[in-house]
């Protein structure tokens, strides 16, 4: 029953595998922390760790996340199937108790009640008593009690406490770390909201340099610590916007943040520009420059540097920063190619990338195609092939067999052209461990439409992927062929299992029931797919996706 969640018992099947469903029968004694809120369910689930779990149900279907290794995976896990099934418990008819909203429930009534009949120092008694109880609540209200007091003294080392990192903290650690830096900013924006924004500039100043420090001691694998810094950086540039620091100060400080961030944390200090104004971004431009003087290959201050070019609209100045820095990929050069392109300096532009082409061994495949498409443009069809035929040379791809194909089929060359290519793309096929996906051979084969070559060069050739690639081509003309791929396929993997795995015994299924019509022979398919059934009938996840498919 779906109750008041949107999903069912079976929404969590499909989600989870076999054995993970299984195992989360064994956990659900283990959920604790159920929070239900629309269409999310939040829990943590004792396992070897406390992990946290959150299910999510949308047009999309059912969605979880789970801290426990296999969850950070991306896999919907045991402890997944456990919350949604406590969730369901707790959701349906038959708990009327429990899908109560907080203030709606008897307890919490009687709760109201018994509070509002006590004198303000009764109350107090009774909080500061729940306060010494619980830490972390009272840690919570005590970072309320300074920030609306306005103790900077007090509220900065309370964030510095929250952020600070004694030892290491691992990646199944994260979360909670990252929930106290979330009370720190929490804490900073009531500071804000209290009138004392200069007070919680100073002390957002100070919380960016200790997790920038924290840094180095947390695995922020699952991204949780990303999340809470952009948090952290937004509540800084809301104190300068509601209490603005000194252009100079402010520039220095956004300076030196962004040359010594090492975790991608750094102010975006275009955000900052109505802030800085001319005499702010000029003191940061000094402190930059100074830093690039010094060491001009440091990564961050090349960046900033370029930034500071382009927000200046100095093109030459632009290109000679990235020709100063050319590397064997292409890359600068193609940002200088970009650069002159959007000023109207084609020629320049073009000059460019022609140097990279023939400079670099491997140049970047947007410089290439730029410079094949302004020959194209101009009608220079002989440089274009030269450029087509070069590039096959030096990475012989699909992608480059295709372009080159393309050039000498305009020119009216390819008869030629392909015959040197094959032949290169042969010799390349008896080294068997040159290419992971299968030698060039046989996709150029199957892309020109020769089947007949691909499948004579197969045996000695093919990946398993290309086999596929093959019968896939050939179920109209070569059906029998292409059905005895998809049986071998289809027997290897139903010896595995797997929702990714049951779906591809599926589609290969598919197809080889289109080779059986396109040979007359259906009734061996339907037998064929009869034994299948039989035999593997205890998947009940592929008997699911077989019926979906039409595979009965």
Not at 303 to 327: F, N, R, S
């Given at each position: 029953m779906?109750g008041v969640?949107?999903?069912?018992?079976?929404?969590?099947r499909?989600?989870?595998?076999?054995?993970?469903?299984?195992r989360?029968?064994?956990?659900?004694s283990?959920?604790g922390?159920?929070?239900?809120?629309?269409?999310r369910?939040?829990?943590?689930?004792?396992?070897?760790?406390?992990?946290?779990?959150?299910?999510?149900?949308?047009?999309?279907g059912?969605?979880?996340?789970c801290?426990c290794?296999?969850g950070?995976?991306?896999?919907?896990?045991?402890?997944c199937?456990?919350?949604?099934?406590?969730?369901?418990?707790a959701?349906?008819?038959a708990?009327p108790?429990?899908?109560a909203?907080p203030a709606?429930r008897p307890g919490?009534?009687?709760?109201?009640?018994?509070?509002s009949s006590?004198?303000?120092?009764?109350?107090?008694?009774?909080?500061?008593?729940?306060?010494?109880e619980?830490?972390?609540l009272?840690s919570?209200?005590?970072?309320?009690?300074?920030?609306?007091?306005?103790?900077?003294?007090?509220?900065g080392?309370?964030?510095?406490?929250?952020i600070?990192v004694?030892?290491?903290?691992?990646?199944?650690?994260?979360?909670?770390?990252?929930a106290?830096?979330r009370?720190?900013?929490?804490?900073?924006g009531?500071l804000?909201?209290v009138?004392?924004?200069?007070e919680a500039?100073?002390i957002?100043?100070?919380a960016?340099g200790?997790?920038?420090?924290?840094?180095?001691?947390?695995?922020?694998?699952?991204g949780?610590?990303?999340e809470?810094?952009?948090?952290?950086?937004?509540?800084h540039?809301?104190?300068?916007?509601?209490?603005?620091p000194?252009?100079v100060?402010?520039?220095?400080?956004?300076?030196?943040?962004?040359l010594?961030?090492d975790?991608?944390?750094?102010?975006?200090v275009?955000q900052?520009?109505?802030?800085?104004g001319?005499?702010?971004?000029?003191?940061?431009?000094?402190?930059?420059?100074?830093?690039?003087?010094?060491?001009?290959?440091?990564?961050r201050a090349?960046?900033m540097?370029?930034?500071?070019?382009?927000?200046?609209?100095?093109?030459d100045?632009?290109i000679?920063?990235y020709?100063?820095?050319l590397?064997?990929?292409?890359?600068?050069?193609?940002?200088?190619?970009?650069?002159?392109?959007?000023?109207?300096?084609?020629?320049e532009?073009?000059?460019?990338a022609?140097?990279?082409?023939r400079?670099l061994?491997?140049p970047?495949?947007?410089?290439?195609?730029y410079l094949?498409?302004r020959?194209?443009?101009a009608?220079?069809?002989?440089?274009?092939?030269?450029?087509?035929?070069?590039?096959f040379?030096?990475e012989?791809?699909?992608?480059?067999y295709q372009a080159?194909?393309?050039a000498?089929?305009?020119?009216?060359t390819w008869?030629?052209?392909?015959?040197?290519?094959?032949?290169?793309l042969?010799?390349?096929a008896?080294?068997?461990?040159r290419?992971?996906g299968?030698?060039v051979?046989i996709?150029?084969l199957?892309?020109?439409?020769d089947?007949?070559?691909?499948?004579?060069?197969?045996p000695e050739?093919?990946?398993?992927?290309?086999?596929i690639?093959l019968a896939?081509?050939?179920?109209?003309?070569r059906?029998a062929?292409?059905?005895a791929?998809?049986?071998?396929?289809i027997e290897?993997?139903?010896?595995?299992?797997?929702?990714e795995?049951y779906?591809?015994i599926?589609n290969?299924?598919?197809?080889?029931?289109a080779c059986h019509e396109a040979?007359g022979?259906?009734?061996?398919?339907?037998?064929?797919l009869?034994?299948?059934r039989?035999?593997?009938k205890?998947?009940?996840n592929?008997?699911?996706?077989?019926d979906?498919n039409?595979?009965r």
């Amino acid at each position: 029953m779906a109750g008041v969640l949107g999903f069912t018992e079976d929404d969590l099947r499909g989600a989870a595998d076999v054995r993970s469903f299984e195992r989360g029968l064994g956990y659900l004694s283990q959920v604790g922390d159920l929070r239900i809120e629309g269409t999310r369910v939040t829990a943590t689930v004792l396992g070897s760790d406390a992990y946290e779990v959150r299910l999510e149900y949308g047009t999309s279907g059912l969605h979880g996340d789970c801290s426990c290794p296999f969850g950070v995976e991306g896999n919907f896990c045991k402890h997944c199937v456990a919350a949604g099934l406590v969730a369901l418990k707790a959701s349906s008819s038959a708990s009327p108790h429990s899908q109560a909203a907080p203030a709606q429930r008897p307890g919490r009534q009687l709760v109201v009640s018994w509070l509002s009949s006590l004198t303000k120092d009764e109350l107090a008694a009774e909080l500061l008593e729940l306060l010494d109880e619980d830490a972390e609540l009272g840690s919570r209200f005590e970072l309320k009690a300074a920030a609306q007091q306005v103790d900077t003294a007090t509220l900065g080392n309370a964030v510095r406490d929250l952020i600070y990192v004694d030892g290491y903290i691992d990646w199944d650690e994260a979360a909670a770390y990252a929930a106290n830096v979330r009370r720190a900013v929490g804490a900073i924006g009531e500071l804000i909201d209290v009138g004392a924004a200069d007070e919680a500039v100073a002390i957002a100043f100070d919380a960016i340099g200790w997790l920038t420090e924290a840094c180095a001691a947390v695995d922020d694998s699952s991204g949780f610590i990303g999340e809470v810094a952009a948090e952290l950086l937004a509540v800084h540039l809301s104190a300068c916007q509601a209490a603005p620091p000194d252009p100079v100060s402010l520039a220095i400080g956004l300076a030196d943040l962004v040359l010594n961030d090492d975790y991608g944390f750094a102010p975006e200090v275009e955000q900052y520009a109505a802030l800085l104004g001319e005499e702010g971004m000029a003191t940061i431009r000094e402190e930059v420059a100074a830093m690039y003087r010094m060491h001009p290959d440091n990564f961050r201050a090349r960046h900033m540097m370029e930034a500071i070019l382009k927000a200046e609209g100095d093109v030459d100045a632009l290109i000679a920063h990235y020709a100063a820095h050319l590397d064997d990929h292409g890359w600068q050069h193609f940002a200088i190619v970009r650069e002159l392109d959007a000023v109207g300096r084609a020629a320049e532009a073009i000059s460019w990338a022609e140097r990279g082409a023939r400079e670099l061994a491997r140049p970047d495949g947007r410089l290439v195609e730029y410079l094949a498409g302004r020959y194209a443009a101009a009608g220079r069809g002989e440089d274009l092939l030269s450029l087509r035929r070069v590039r096959f040379q030096a990475e012989r791809n699909l992608a480059g067999y295709q372009a080159l194909r393309a050039a000498a089929t305009s020119a009216g060359t390819w008869e030629t052209e392909r015959g040197k290519a094959l032949a290169q793309l042969r010799a390349d096929a008896a080294d068997t461990y040159r290419y992971w996906g299968g030698p060039v051979l046989i996709d150029a084969l199957i892309d020109d439409g020769d089947l007949a070559a691909a499948w004579s060069a197969a045996p000695e050739a093919a990946s398993d992927a290309q086999w596929i690639r093959l019968a896939d081509a050939s179920v109209s003309e070569r059906p029998a062929e292409a059905l005895a791929v998809y049986r071998t396929v289809i027997e290897r993997l139903a010896t595995n299992t797997g929702d990714e795995i049951y779906r591809q015994i599926a589609n290969h299924l598919l197809s080889a029931r289109a080779c059986h019509e396109a040979l007359g022979t259906l009734n061996e398919f339907r037998q064929y797919l009869e034994w299948l059934r039989l035999v593997q009938k205890r998947k009940r996840n592929l008997m699911k996706i077989l019926d979906q498919n039409g595979l009965r």
